[in-house]
């Protein structure tokens, strides 16, 4: 593809004026998604040493930046997960208290396992979270 039909159609795309059609001249489709819109992103500019990546929506990511918006949402998906598994535990805990009351020790069993695992889960995700970010650090 020529470069100046690719910048109309990446201007066009900016100005939200495209369709999905536009954006697959740009370029080959990669199987990844926009962090911004969650659409499909075709990477273009295949030929240079520079990588680029467009949605059919406009939103436009150079693959340095892509992969930062990539670990930015990993992160928070990680936070998100560590959140829920220490809630589980809050609430797993406070029904195995009501279930020591009614002297249910099945139910009990059900919900230390669930306790046990949650926290399990909590440890691994925090471990990941904190190395993570080192990770981030050290590469960026
Ligand atoms: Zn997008």
């Not at 990588?51 to 892509?66: E, K, M, N, P, S």
């Given at each position: ?16 004026d495209?369709?999905e059609?536009?954006?697959q ?6 199987y990844m998604t926009?962090p911004e819109c969650g659409g499909s992103?075709w990477?273009v500019d295949?030929?240079s ?5 467009r949605c ?11 992969l930062t918006?990539?670990i930015?949402?990993?992160?928070k998906?990680?936070?998100g997960?560590?959140?829920?598994s220490?809630e589980?535990v809050?609430t797993?805990r406070?029904l195995?208290e009501?279930?020591r ?8 069993d059900r ?9 399990e889960a909590?440890a691994t ?8 970010n080192s990770?981030?650090h050290?590469?960026?």
């Amino acid at each position: 593809m020529d470069s100046p039909n690719q910048i109309r159609i990446e201007s066009e795309m900016a100005a939200m004026d495209s369709s999905e059609n536009a954006v697959q001249k740009l370029g080959k489709l990669s199987y990844m998604t926009c962090p911004e819109c969650g659409g499909s992103l075709w990477q273009v500019d295949e030929k240079s040493n520079f990588v680029r990546f467009r949605c059919h929506v406009g939103h436009g990511y150079a693959a340095q930046d892509l992969l930062t918006e990539e670990i930015q949402q990993l992160d928070k998906m990680l936070g998100g997960a560590l959140r829920a598994s220490e809630e589980i535990v809050k609430t797993a805990r406070l029904l195995a208290e009501l279930a020591r009351k009614d002297g249910s020790t099945v139910t009990l069993d059900r919900l230390d396992a669930r306790i046990n695992a949650s926290m399990e889960a909590a440890a691994t995700l925090r471990a990941l979270i904190l190395r993570g970010n080192s990770a981030f650090h050290n590469v960026l």
